[in-house]
């Protein structure tokens, strides 16, 4: 068999269908076993940046692995961007990229390019992925292929690249192996998630005011669900990361927002950090931008029970010196099948004494919770700079049948978070921890080959302009991706970083100086696609309708240049306390609760 046709065989047998890239010389005879594999479909794309980031958007969208391809050299460099993002998001992906035949290498030390396209991929590969190889021997693909999809699919899932020479590629494999015995990929101690289990119904026989903390490590569908099912059990107000928001739909009872060092829900960051006296932290690492740059003043007064599948998430300490802290290295879908398996929990469902202490102590903690997020929630509705955020409330309404909603990158990230009303099951895309602007186009596309539904995106002008070229898979493909542009003629989160702290010096950032946007609905129109632009106060009216149309649509919504993202935690600031800032006489009294 072709090693390419094995390559292929082997991930079809896996589940993945669909393979993003671009085609090129050093990568052509992987692309031509896609094309002759009936379980195949090849999807191309028009800058490998845009394939890679489909492939993030088809990983998230659809709970699985993914597969991206690139030849070499430009093509290859051009997959960094979505490794990384793949890398610093836990997303597996397998990344395989075309490479210079291996007789053509000089063997010549410090010779500084072997050949045409040439590139040490491997080399910068190396630091943003679990596991990267190049195939010198065509007998040792079988054994790296199985290596690498196992690496990437266990454990702190992530991207592994596997570099092909050409002459790799068109070699034979005799009687290929589809599925080696695989070790304990993760390395987890069963008894840690015993012992983890066991600690959190010990805390939480103790606690008056528990809040779960959910980030995107809880990354099973059984396990989330498995996990809000035990919130609902014991009522504990469940708070997310930006990651994981989509688990909560916006309107249950027991969701309080996103935590946010910087622009997190007011409510979900007073909650946690000044309320709550025990934060169940599940699959969350807890970094800087999720409770602020003082990290040892975050939630003081509560104890911190961490479960992480990451070892190195739990060598930082969040109290200092590691008190009121325990920390579990164990996979979270353990510990929450524990929980929803105790005997503890079970006890819980029957009638007793016990139970009905602990059901007016949860009652009290959540109506405590209640007060705070709707006192704040109507700080923040009555700030005037917040319309974007209402114009994003409105547009999630137009939205709510699609499967999922990617977010670029930027202001309007911010205003998605914090304000898009997503349903049951409709996934909520974003860039997490790479922080790429040109994300959310091509991850939308991804999204809707691992859904089969329609799905959107959500871009400010500057991230969109950082992959448009991919309207034109969307318009030559017809996909039903309603794309919608935030346009304020800025990069606004910058535009607000140069008027605090540049004496309103927007460099590179806006109109006139350095930076200008196009006419986004006349670009799509040039692509095919059906487009219309308005303004941010017509949104209520005017964007319903126009969205309800089937395949690719474009709507572009004007707005000033100075747009702000609020709520917006200062520099060394409780991360509960942020601008603009709530009247003094319901922050104290809020505190006070």
Not at 35 to 56: I, L, M, R, T, W
Not at 299 to 307: C, D, H, Q
Not at 492 to 514: E, N, P, V
Not at 530 to 544: D, F, H, M, T, Y
Request: with cysteine; glycine share 10%.
């Amino acid at each position: 068999m072709k090693l390419t046709d094995y390559i292929i065989k082997f991930l079809t047998g896996k589940g993945i269908h669909d393979f993003f890239g671009y085609q090129g010389t050093m990568i052509a005879h992987l692309v031509d076993s896609v094309e002759k594999n009936p379980d195949a479909v090849n999807h191309s794309c028009y800058n490998e940046q845009g394939a890679s980031f489909a492939a993030c958007g088809y990983a998230l969208a659809g709970d699985r692995c993914a597969c991206a391809y690139a030849t070499s050299g430009p093509g290859a460099v051009n997959l960094l961007s979505g490794v990384a993002n793949a890398y610093f998001d836990s997303l597996p992906v397998v990344f395989l990229t075309g490479q210079l035949n291996t007789y053509e290498y000089e063997g010549i030390p410090g010779l500084r390019q072997q050949g045409f396209q040439e590139i040490d991929i491997i080399s910068m590969a190396k630091p943003i992925t679990k596991y990267c190889v190049q195939i010198r021997e065509p007998e040792k693909i079988v054994e790296e292929l199985n290596k690498a999809y196992r690496i990437a699919t266990t454990g702190r899932k992530g991207p592994v690249l596997i570099d092909l020479p050409m002459n790799i590629q068109r070699s034979e494999v005799e009687h290929p192996v589809y599925e080696m015995d695989a070790e304990d990929a993760d390395g987890m101690n069963r008894e840690t998630a015993d012992r983890a289990a066991a600690a959190v119904l010990e805390a939480l026989g103790k606690a008056g005011r528990p809040v779960i903390l959910m980030g995107h490590g809880v990354d099973s569908r059984e396990s989330r669900e498995g996990l809000l099912k035990f919130a609902e059990q014991f009522q504990i107000p469940v708070i997310t990361s930006v990651l994981a928001k989509a688990v909560m739909p916006y309107d249950h009872p027991l969701n309080f927002g996103c935590i946010g060092g910087a622009y997190g829900h007011r409510y979900a960051n007073m909650i946690a950090n000044a309320k709550s006296d025990l934060l169940l932290c599940f699959g969350i690492s807890l970094c800087t931008r999720q409770i602020g740059v003082k990290v040892h003043e975050f939630a003081k007064n509560a104890e911190i029970i961490r479960m992480d599948i990451d070892p190195c998430n739990l060598q930082r300490n969040i109290h200092e010196g590691g008190e009121r802290e325990q920390k579990f290295h164990v996979n979270t879908a353990d510990v929450i099948g524990l929980l929803r398996n105790s005997s503890l929990v079970k006890d819980s469902e029957t009638e007793g004494t016990g139970t009905v202490s602990r059901a007016g102590q949860a009652e009290e903690w959540l109506a405590v919770c209640r007060t705070i997020r709707e006192n704040l929630q109507a700080v923040d509705d009555s700030t005037p700079e917040r319309y974007p955020n209402r114009a994003v409330a409105a547009l999630s309404e137009c939205l709510a049948d699609t499967s999922a909603v990617a977010a670029d990158v930027g202001q309007h990230m911010v205003w998605c978070y914090q304000s898009f009303r997503n349903r049951r099951g409709q996934k909520l895309l974003f860039s997490g921890g790479h922080g790429a602007m040109g994300f959310a186009l091509p991850a939308a596309i991804g999204a809707h080959y691992a859904t089969g539904k329609p799905v959107a995106c959500i871009c400010g002008d500057g991230a969109f302009q950082m992959n448009i070229q991919e309207l034109q898979w969307v318009k030559r493909e017809n996909l039903p991706i309603k794309m919608v542009v935030m346009n304020n003629g800025a990069l606004g989160m910058i535009r607000h970083l140069q008027k605090d702290y540049f004496d309103s010096l927007f460099a590179g950032t806006t109109d006139g100086c350095g930076f200008s946007s196009c006419d986004f609905s006349r670009v799509a129109a040039g692509y095919g696609i059906v487009s219309k632009r308005i303004l941010c106060g017509e949104v209520q009216e005017e964007a319903g309708e126009f969205l309800e149309q089937d395949g690719p649509i474009l709507l572009e919504i004007m707005m000033e240049h100075g747009t702000f993202a609020y709520p917006k935690t200062c520099l060394g600031e409780p991360v509960h306390n942020q601008q603009p800032y709530a009247p003094k006489e319901i922050y104290e009294r809020l505190l006070a609760l």
